[in-house]
Every structure is written in C-alpha cells, then in structure tokens.
C-alpha cells in the first residue's frame, strides 16, 4: 500500500515522549531491546534478534519512510533523553490477507513497561496516521495471548476484526481496527 506523503516526516511530541527518525547511534539501544527474550515472546517466532538484523530492520523502516510516507518513530523520553523503542505505522506484509493496510505498532525495552508510554506514543502516531497522512483504516496485529498489547489497541479506540495465523510459523493473531468517521 501507498501513501501520499502530504508533509515532510514531523517530529511528535507527548508529555513525555518524543517520536523522531532514526540515527545511527539508535542501533545499540534498539539491539538490545531486540535481544531481551521476553520482549520478543510476541514478536514473529519469539527469537531475538542480533546487532546486524536490528541494523538492517532500521534501515528498512527508513526505506518505508521514503517510499511510502509512513515508518515507524525511533521514540525516546523526554526530560531523560533515554532511547525507549519504537512506534509508528508500516505495511503489514507479513500477513498478505490484510493487504493492502497501515499497521500500527510499537517495542518498547522492558524497563519502559507499565507506565502508559505505548499507548502514549501510539495514541501520537493514530493522530498522525488519521489527520496528517490521511488513512480511514489502521489495523493492528498482536499475537493472541499479549494482553499488554491488545490493552493498548483497546485503549486507542480499535476492536478485534478476525482472528488468523502467522503465515510463517502458524501462532495464532488478532487483528484489531480502527476506521476513521466517514
């Protein structure tokens, strides 16, 4: 799917956070939040990922930037300027079925949990998603049995569409939606 990029990519901001492109000295801290197993437990298969497969999901998540107006924010703290993870939208091209459609997603390292902050931040990128580059659908997808995640989408406002699998390794997802007031 394509968008229209209506406006250079914005710097967002919330009380607490701001969402911005990435740099190169984002790889580290994003490495090892890629690295921490339980962080991963929802993610694809659950395997971490190393160094250079971090490197290279950055860099395609630029790319989605420049090609389609829409990418995910690398996202750190405000007041402590401390790398946090990421959030934002992409195509979900993993799941084929859905297509075309905007996911929204966010990772966050673990020492970021339990404050707010993904729905903050995800609540930024729906704004941004809706008014700015003007979609009337934004899907997200959770592995079934991450609560956490499924609490956020609950919280912005989306409802569950249909269960499915992952084509790749079979566990089971939901796909939530939200559709813009016509």
């Known amino acids: 799917m394509t968008t229209t990029l209506r406006t250079p990519t914005p710097r967002l901001t919330t009380p607490r956070l701001t969402l911005r492109r990435w740099r190169e000295d984002d790889v580290e801290p994003m490495a090892a939040i890629n690295a921490d197993p339980e962080v991963m437990r929802w993610i694809r298969d659950g395997s971490v990922l190393d160094r250079a497969e971090t490197a290279a999901g950055i860099a395609a998540w630029e ?63 729906l704004d941004f998603a809706l008014r700015d580059r003007g979609l009337a659908r934004v899907v997200s997808v959770h592995a079934v049995g991450n609560d956490a995640s499924e609490g956020v989408m609950r919280k912005l406002g989306m409802r569950p569409e ?18 813009a007031a016509p």
């Open 63 to 125: 790319r989605e930037w420049e090609e389609r107006g829409v990418g995910l924010f690398a996202v750190e703290e405000r007041e402590s300027g401390r790398f946090a993870g990421f959030a934002g939208l992409s195509v979900p091209e993993f799941l084929p079925e859905i297509l075309p459609a905007v996911e929204i997603g966010w990772r966050f390292g673990r020492e970021f949990w339990g404050r707010g902050l993904a729905t903050e931040a995800a609540r930024v990128v």
């Open 162 to 179: 249909r269960r499915t699998v992952h084509p790749a390794h079979g566990g089971p997802l939901c796909v939530h939606v939200l559709e």
